[in-house]
């Protein structure tokens, strides 16, 4: 499957909210998907800025990766979906 | 540790507006002073943050069109429904402050370290601002890289750096195509930039080019993909997706 939705961006919009949570450089990350295993940048991955909070998908299979979500100033991070996340 | 700024993290700054320039209709250059701007690589971007009286907040991604070493600036395409563009490109002025973070990304970046590499650049609309950063650093540096941009846009008058682009170095080739409309006279490609353009104006495969493509997510998603059937590896491929913006 993949996914084909206009309001989808990339790993690129999210690199400041990366930042942020890792404190260090991650759209170069290599984010390896628990689902179907493929690995890639984080930069190339599929995100959704409007759902509730921020959603990653990866982009072989769609399958949720990592979600964020704010409130009072904390980020709620999930990242269950990832077998594997290195920092390059 | 609340309130407190780690060392090396990302923090909101303030940042003074130099000057906006108009590009086009719909799209302004803003310069901007940051007092302890890190310095940033050809292809990154910064956050924005908008703040109303009410506390609300809106932010977004733009890309830096200045090169590293130069003043930091952005340039903003307003989308007229957006919540933060129409502040940026028509109300903001010279004197204004606006909170800023960055630089951000390490992916989507040129460093032009590989001047042996030939670069394809496939700009869809203000996906071009990126590519400015990329084709001032190797003016900057002196590389030999050699380049090509492809840009889509909807008219001449759509195309942002338009006059820059007409005194681009040697090396560095600009192929347009116009989408909607083409002044008379037009000698260059129209209509979308399809896979019989892209096999035209890419280098071919055997040279191993570096790829970047930014855009609207339909662009590039087209661009992609035709540049994967045509034979180019998914891992030189690196793509840049924004949201909001008309089909290029």
């Known amino acids: 499957m993949t996914v084909r939705d206009e309001s989808a961006l990339d790993g690129n919009a999210i690199g400041g909210l990366l930042l942020e949570v890792f404190g260090t450089e ?3 990350a290599v984010a390896v998907c628990g689902s179907c295993g493929a690995a890639g940048p984080m930069a190339e991955t599929v995100v959704y800025l409007r759902a509730p909070g921020t959603v990653v998908r990866c982009r072989a299979c769609a399958a949720v990766l990592m979600v964020v979500v704010r ?3 904390q ?3 999930d990242l269950l979906g990832l077998a594997a996340l290195e920092p390059v | 540790m609340a ?9 909101w700054q303030v940042a003074t507006v130099d000057e906006v320039r108009e590009e086009t209709a719909s799209v302004r250059t803003i310069a901007l002073s940051v007092p302890d701007w890190a310095g940033h690589k050809a292809g990154q971007h910064l956050d924005v943050r908008l703040t109303a009286e009410d506390g609300y907040t809106a932010e977004r991604s733009y890309s830096i069109a200045s090169a590293p070493g130069e003043p930091l600036a952005i340039t903003v395409e307003r989308l007229d429904d957006g919540e933060v563009s129409p502040y940026l490109t028509e109300e903001l002025r010279a004197g204004d402050e606006i909170e800023i973070r960055g630089p951000i990304g390490g992916y989507f970046v040129w460093t032009g370290d590989n ?3 030939p670069l394809l650049l496939v700009a869809g609309g203000s996906g071009v601002v990126p590519f400015r950063s990329m084709l001032r650093h190797r003016h900057n540096l002196g590389s030999e890289a050699p380049i090509r941009l492809l840009y889509s846009a909807r008219s001449l008058p759509d195309v942002i750096y338009r006059r820059e682009l007409e005194r681009a170095d040697a090396g560095v080739a600009i192929i347009y195509t116009l989408t909607r409309q083409q002044p008379p006279g037009w000698t260059g490609h129209a209509g ?6 892209l096999t035209e104006a890419a280098w071919p495969a055997e040279q191993d080019p570096l790829i970047f493509v930014c855009g609207p997510t339909p662009f590039v ?3 992609a993909s035709g540049l994967t ?3 180019y590896p998914a891992r030189r491929i690196k793509t840049e997706r924004f949201g909001g913006a008309e089909a290029p």
């Open chain 2, 3 to 11: 309130g407190t700024a780690v060392r090396g993290r990302l923090t």
């Open chain 2, 192 to 197: 979308r930039l399809d896979r019989r353009l």
């Open chain 1, 75 to 77: 980020n709620c991070v």
């Open chain 2, 115 to 117: 001047a042996a590499t």
């Open chain 2, 221 to 223: 998603e087209a661009v």
């Open chain 1, 71 to 73: 409130r009072h100033q």
């Open chain 1, 26 to 28: 991650m759209t170069a």
């Open chain 2, 229 to 231: 059937e045509l034979g």
